[in-house]
C-alpha cells in the first residue's frame, strides 16, 4: 500500500500495459486500492499531487464537470448541492434525490442506490458475502450497510488498508471523483453482462450514435420481438422524429424542423426479429445557427407509428429510444 506522501512525487512511467491502482475511498492516510480498467491509456509521464487526481482527469474528460471541480481542494469536504449536480452532469441526467448526509456511509448507499436504478436492479435483494469485511461494521448504520457491502462486491467502495470503512467521516472531493467513476464502472459492466432482456410481442426501438469531425451520426432501428409477423403503419414520410436538448432540457434539433413530407401511407409488415433502419446526422448546430463544440445532450427518437380506430395500440415506450452523449 502506498500512502498520500508516497503518491505525492510518484511520477508515472512505464508501458502501457504496467498495473496502476489506486484508492477508492481515501481521508489522506492509507487506502485499499482499485485497479484501473485495463486499456484505459496513462500518460508516461504524469506527476501525482493527489492520490484522487487522475480519477478527475478522467471525469473532466469523459463529462462536462469542470465546475463542481474549479478551485475545489480534493481533501475538503464535498456539498450535498455538489454531489447532485455531479451526479447530474454525469451518471444520472434525470437524477433528483438527496442523498441523507455526505458523509461515507450515505454517499456510497446513494450511489448504489443509483446502480441499482440505471441497471434495473433491486438493491435490496443483491446478494452480498456473509463475512465481517470492515473492524468497524457496527458503526455502520443498518439503514446503508447492506448498501455499503454491495459497493464492496461491485468495487464501487473499499475501505482503509486497516479494514475500517469510517462511515461518519465526511466524503472529499477527492473520493468522490474516485467513487463516481468506479459507480460509472459498475453500471456499464452490469448492463454489459446482463443486457436487458425484451418479452416475445413487443417492438424494441434502439440506437447507436458517432461523433464525426463536424457532425453527430445517429443509427437507429425498430426489431419485432413478435412470434408471427406484425404489420407496422407510418403515417407519412416522415417515419421518425429526433430532437436533441442540453443539459438545461432547451431543444437544439429537430430532425422535422424546415422539412415537408408526404401523406402516404407506409405499411410495413416485419417478421419475427426483421429489423427496420434509418439514420439521421445533426451538424451540431442550434436554432440559431451557432455551431455547439461542447456539452452533454440528450437525443430522443420517437417511431411514428399509427392506428386505426380499434387497433390495439402499441405502446409509446416501444416506439421510442433516448441516447445521453458529449460533445
Known sequence: MMNKNILKNTIIAGALSTMMVVPSLAQNINVVPISIKEGEVIPISYKMDHW????????????????????????????????????????????????????RETIVYELTKIWAEKTGRNLETVPVIKMLIYQDTDQIDIKYNHGVMVAYMLD????????????????TYGELAALVNNTDKAIQKELRSNPPSIAPGKFETRGTYEVKEDKVIFDFEIISHYTEPKELKLGSGQQFELTITDEKGEEVYRYSDGKFFTLALLYKELNPGEILKWQDEWDMTNKEGKKLESGKYKAEIKILAIFEEGEEKIEESQLTTVMEFNL
Not at 464501487?156 to 466524503?171: L, N
Request: a negative charge; zero cysteines.
Open 156 to 171: 464501487i467502495a473499499k475501505g482503509r488498508e486497516t479494514r475500517k470503512f469510517d462511515p461518519k467521516a465526511f466524503v
Open 52 to 103: 484522487a487526481q487522475i480519477h478527475k482527469e478522467k471525469l473532466l474528460s469523459t463529462y462536462d464537470v469542470e465546475a463542481i471541480f474549479k478551485d475545489k481542494d480534493l481533501n475538503a469536504p464535498i456539498t450535498v448541492e455538489d454531489f447532485k449536480n455531479l451526479i447530474q452532469l454525469s451518471i444520472s441526467q434525470e437524477y433528483d434525490n438527496v442523498p441523507d448526509g455526505v458523509t
